[in-house]
């Protein structure tokens, strides 16, 4: 299984595996966010980058760029929710261990000021109760270069054990 094989499980042994192997690395970052962004494809078309991950915990940023932008010059409203989808989802799957599994319910987002330039995310999840399915509110700030705060994010995870083999 090449590194780039759709088949990685997404759990928190090999999530978290794989961002030890390469985070230190030079371009090992840049690597890891590739590697997610094709586990997760139409996540992985706005082109986040992972700056950190550790269980329940994620902080990832967004370069402002033509790709991502609005009429209106500034980061499309969709692509910062796909940006807080992705943070929480990392947040959350980091701590998943083998054989349980999530996907998003819901999501809101509140959009409080223009998002221009790049952006940044951190995100804790709840930790997770493994023995049954559950839902998890899990919650992030986008902040721009400034610091401001752009969007908040809540992402409603429903989390369970896989049913598949």
């Known amino acids: 299984m090449g590194l780039f094989s759709p ?13 030890n192997r390469v985070r230190s690395h030079p371009g090992g970052k840049r690597l890891f966010s590739k590697i997610v962004g094709r586990m997760a494809p139409y996540t992985g078309s706005i082109g986040a980058m992972v700056d ?22 500034s980061i499309h409203a969709v692509a910062l929710v796909n940006f807080v ?3 929480t989802g990392m947040a959350m799957v980091s701590q998943f261990p083998k054989g349980i599994r999530g996907i998003v319910k819901r999501i809101d987002v509140e959009f ?4 221009r330039g790049t952006v940044v995310a951190d995100c ?5 109760d493994t023995a049954k399915s559950n839902e998890y509110t899990v919650e992030t700030e ?3 270069a400034e610091g401001e705060v752009v969007c908040i994010g809540r992402a409603v995870w429903l989390v369970g054990p896989s049913t598949s083999a």
Do not use: F
């Open 7 to 19: 088949k990685l499980e997404a759990n928190g042994d090999t999530l978290m595996g794989l961002w």
């Open 52 to 73: 950190d991950v550790r269980p329940g915990y994620a902080r990832l940023h967004m370069t402002d760029r033509k790709s991502v932008r609005n009429h209106l010059k």
């Open 85 to 87: 989808e992705e943070t």
């Open 112 to 115: 409080v000021k223009k998002a």
């Open 124 to 128: 804790h999840a709840p930790q997770i």
């Open 142 to 144: 986008v902040k721009n």
